[in-house]
């Protein structure tokens, strides 16, 4: 009987696709707590967020990164530059594909792209099967394959998931994680993700904001942490996190859809932030908000380095 150690494996493994296939939504089920956020809006990620999973004979670091697109801004060139630099410094890449949505230009050009990394294994992972039939994912699972040998990518494994339900989930880390190099953790164990905390209460911040808003004002929308500490002289067992942020907008019309009538709207993003930060954070927190317009900052290189694009 064989008394050989099992190799640990540690390395990084990207999930890239195009927006609103679910990436970030997975990034969560398979970190098993939340570090990216989600919206039904297309581009909702700008940075490549890390998370990190932990097992007994692994650590995994996935790597969510934006959406590909054709870039109508600097932003958006920005972000496909994040895209491919990220792609080519990973071990493992798992091109998201929903199944709700048939094949089309974006996959194309999405897998284009990628054929330039050929010697990085690339896993087909088509999401959100909850929302189609058997059939349909059969079909749909066919046409991945078809895909793939037109574009010149030989994929390593074709794994039909969803974040909701959890199906395969599991099944998706070992086959990431077999791919991985042998080494040891990369991260002290415990961590979850190395995004700094101001990033990730901007980020909360801007989930809340984005609820429920006009088409017009996703991609308008950033947020700036400008000042994040405990408050003096609170008792130690009843600590405050004063939090001040900023959130910016394009044009004054959109300063006013995001405060709504009376202050209503950003007195409700306030709320729903501050949980999601005091469950992150683990401590209570006073937020405070602002609005201002930072007059076409997609497209301004100085306002985007102030931005932190």
């Not at 996935?62 to 972000?79: A, I």
């Not at 961590?191 to 905390?197: G, I, R």
């Amino acid at each position: 009987m064989s008394t050989e150690a099992v190799p640990f494996r540690s390395g990084f493994a990207s999930l890239v696709g195009r927006p609103n296939v679910g990436k970030s939504t997975l990034t969560n089920a398979l970190v098993g707590t939340k570090i990216a956020i989600t919206s039904p809006r297309p581009q909702t990620t700008r940075h490549a967020i890390r998370g990190i999973v932990h097992r007994p004979d692994a650590q995994l670091v996935l790597v969510d990164t934006p959406g590909l697109h054709r870039p109508r801004t600097l932003l958006g060139e920005r972000l496909n530059d994040l895209v491919k630099n990220t792609w080519a410094e990973v071990d493992v890449v798992a091109v998201c594909l929903a199944a709700t949505e048939p094949v089309g230009p974006g996959d194309r050009f999405l897998l284009s792209e990628l054929a330039k990394v050929a010697r990085t294994p690339k896993l087909a992972v088509v999401t959100k099967t909850d929302l189609v039939t058997p059939d349909q994912l059969v079909g749909y699972l066919t046409s991945v394959a078809v895909l793939g040998e037109r574009m010149g990518i030989s994929w390593a494994d074709i794994v039909p998931v969803s974040a909701v339900n959890g199906f395969q989930v599991g099944l998706l880390a070992d086959l990431l994680v077999a791919r991985l190099p042998d080494g040891p953790p990369l991260y002290p164990d415990g961590d979850l993700t190395d995004e700094p905390e101001a990033t990730l209460v901007a980020e909360l911040i801007r989930e809340a904001a984005l609820e429920g808003v006009r088409e017009e004002l996703p991609h308008s929308l950033a947020v700036l942490v400008e000042e994040m500490g405990p408050r003096e002289g609170r008792p130690a067992d009843k600590p405050l996190l004063d939090i001040q942020a900023y959130l910016y907008v394009e044009r004054p019309t959109q300063k006013g859809i995001v405060i709504g009538k009376g202050g209503a709207r950003l007195k409700h993003v306030g709320t729903t932030a501050r949980k999601q930060i005091e469950a992150l954070l683990g401590t209570p927190v006073y937020l405070d908000l602002h609005v201002k317009v930072a007059k076409d900052w997609q497209r301004d290189p100085k306002q985007l380095r102030r931005l932190g694009f």
